[in-house]
T-cell receptor, first 112, second 114 residues
């Protein structure tokens, strides 16, 4: 499993764009990059997943450079309700025997 | 489409008792995962099951813990002879077979051992 490194915490003001970068230097060819969000006392929630270049959905964008050794989750115009822990995971999408490995994530605090 | 359901949401057990946690996956999902989360920690994978099969239990302690996902009914995580160190939030997730990394999590069961 590719190991991931992401900042422990980040602060942002409401209305700003937040970019959280995750390093995964030993990502394998079959690995996908997936981000989850977790609010206190709740289970994680799937945000976005990608393999290369850029993926966008109604919640966030995911930027993946050509070498795929890092990825950046971009949250546009954050609000107080975006305060949560964000996890970056890397693994093979169809590997039936590979569990999800959650690190400690990035704790995002949005300030009014 | 109802999400992943877990019950009970809160469970208090005395040391030595058994804890039984239930998880009903989302409709159409045949893969179930159990995770444990200690306060201020990330989630730790415990076990991955498909109907009537344990696929990967590498994260589950060898003693006192067991899991099943029968043909009918919810998945069960059973902890026998609980100890204080078992106090944690236990999350269940499910996924469709074609997207194993797109897991949908339940609200969790908070186990407190007194």
């Amino acid at each position: 499993l590719a190991k991931t490194t992401q900042p422990i915490s980040m602060d942002s003001y409401e209305g700003q764009e937040v970019n959280i970068t995750c390093s995964h230097n030993n990502i394998a060819t079959n690995d996908y990059i997936t981000w989850y969000q977790q609010f206190p006392s709740q289970g994680p929630r799937f945000i976005i997943q990608g393999y290369k270049t850029k993926v966008t959905n109604e919640v966030a964008s995911l930027f993946i450079p050509a070498d795929r050794k890092s990825s950046t989750l971009s949250l546009p115009r954050v609000s107080l309700s975006d305060t949560a822990v964000y996890y970056c995971l890397v693994g093979a999408l169809y590997s039936g025997n590979t569990p999800l490995v959650f690190g400690k994530g990035t704790r995002l605090s949005v300030i009014a | 489409n109802a999400g992943v359901m877990q019950n009970p949401r809160h469970l208090v057990r005395r040391r030595g008792q058994e804890a039984r946690l239930r998880c009903s996956p989302m409709k159409g999902h045949s893969h179930v995962y159990w995770y444990r989360q200690l306060p201020e920690e990330g989630l730790k994978f415990m076990v991955y099951l498909q109907k009537e099969n344990i696929i990967d239990e590498s994260g589950m302690p060898k003693e006192r813990f067991s899991a099943e996902f029968p043909k009918e009914g919810p998945s069960i995580l059973r902890i026998q002879q609980v100890v204080r160190g078992d106090s944690a939030a236990y999350f269940c997730a499910s996924s469709p077979p074609e997207a194993l990394y797109e897991q949908y999590f339940g609200p969790g069961t908070r186990l407190t051992v007194t």
